[in-house]
């Protein structure tokens, strides 16, 4: 299937590319954005990361092109300080994070992703790293975290009625598959629920993913470090698909252009927060009519863009 990332030409103007700067996508997946910011480099160096073996496997593929122009690293964005250090770059002229799940990650039934086709509970984008799967989240967390993190990561009205029914459950026998978890999640909410156009295990999938790769703590310790990797006139630029995440970008974003938090009375500041980041523009950019249309998975896309001051 063709691949079409999510306001592309709003990121590549956002990123503002030099010829010859350093760039870094932390969010590679099927290197759609990569591709572009490559393709615009003449001496500059674009860095791939992505923690996902197949996706630095097949985006290699893509990226051959300009494979002498581009780093691949198979690695946690959280890490983004740490990568650089490892590479030598001290700052980068632009950033972009891509935020949550690919199509290939979803697509790929065995991954665990997807509440349409059966599968083991996995959902971790990192298969090779960490102990913790979808299984564990639903088979071992107490009743009143898993409650939780469905309200808090998912949204979810039910999350009491659905946390209770999986306990019940799994007390008789250990829910191991991707369709039992839907037939559960699908048993204990109200019928008028059930009609609803969203499919009833969307919010529920959603939040297990998010705690199985820990994502909002990745995204928040990526934010504390970027822009202070940013060359002056950097940017950084961010993709969001729901109020968590876009949330959490915002505050970073606001809390880097407010700067001093003194009272406006005192004198000389005392707090010495400096403004970083300036706001280009100050809203989020979101997708047109047509790119929904053409690609629905954008339709909730919110794209903040910063540069480094
Ligand atoms: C929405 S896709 C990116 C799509 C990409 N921009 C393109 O055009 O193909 C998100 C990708 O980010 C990766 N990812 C998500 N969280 C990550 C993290 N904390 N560190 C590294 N990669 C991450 C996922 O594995 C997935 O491949």
Not at 67 to 76: F, G, I, K, P, R
Not at 154 to 159: K, L, N, Q, T
Request: aromatic share 6%; proline share 6%; hydrophobic share 40%.
């Amino acid at each position: 299937m063709e691949h079409i990332p999510v306001l592309l030409r709003e990121c590549i103007e956002g990123l503002a590319i030099k010829p010859e700067g350093i760039y870094l996508d932390g969010t590679l997946g099927r290197a759609g954005h990569s591709f572009e910011i490559a393709r615009r480099l003449k001496g500059g160096r674009l860095i791939a990361v992505d923690k996902d073996a197949a996706a630095i496997e097949n985006a290699g593929k893509t990226l051959a092109p300009y494979a002498d122009a581009v780093t691949l690293v198979q690695d946690d964005f959280r890490n983004v300080g740490v990568i650089l250090d490892r590479l030598g770059i001290d700052k980068v002229d632009g950033m972009l994070f891509d935020l949550g799940v690919s199509s290939p990650q979803l697509d790929d039934p065995g991954r665990g992703f997807s509440y349409m086709a059966d599968a083991p509970l996995d959902m971790r984008m990192d298969i090779t790293y960490g102990a913790l799967t979808a299984y564990d989240v639903v088979n071992t967390w107490p009743e009143d975290k898993l409650r939780r993190i469905l309200y808090e990561y998912g949204e979810e009205r039910h999350a009491g009625r659905i946390a209770a029914r999986i306990v019940s459950e799994r007390e008789r026998a250990p829910i191991e598959t991707t369709l039992r978890l839907v037939e559960v999640i699908r048993s204990a909410m109200p019928a008028k629920a059930l009609r609803e156009k969203q499919h009833p295990a969307k919010r529920t999938f959603q939040a297990i993913r998010i705690a199985v790769n820990d994502e909002l703590g990745a995204i928040r310790e990526m934010l504390e470090t970027a822009p202070d990797r940013l060359n002056i006139g950097g940017r950084l630029c961010v993709i969001s698909f729901h109020s968590l995440e876009d949330r959490l970008v915002k505050e970073a974003f606001l809390s880097r252009v407010r700067g001093c938090t003194c009272p406006p009375d005192l004198p000389v500041c005392a707090c010495g927060f400096k403004q970083t980041l300036r706001l280009l523009p100050a809203k989020p950019i979101v997708p047109t009519e047509g790119e929904i249309k053409e690609n629905p998975r954008s339709r909730s896309a919110k794209l903040r863009v910063a540069e480094r001051v």
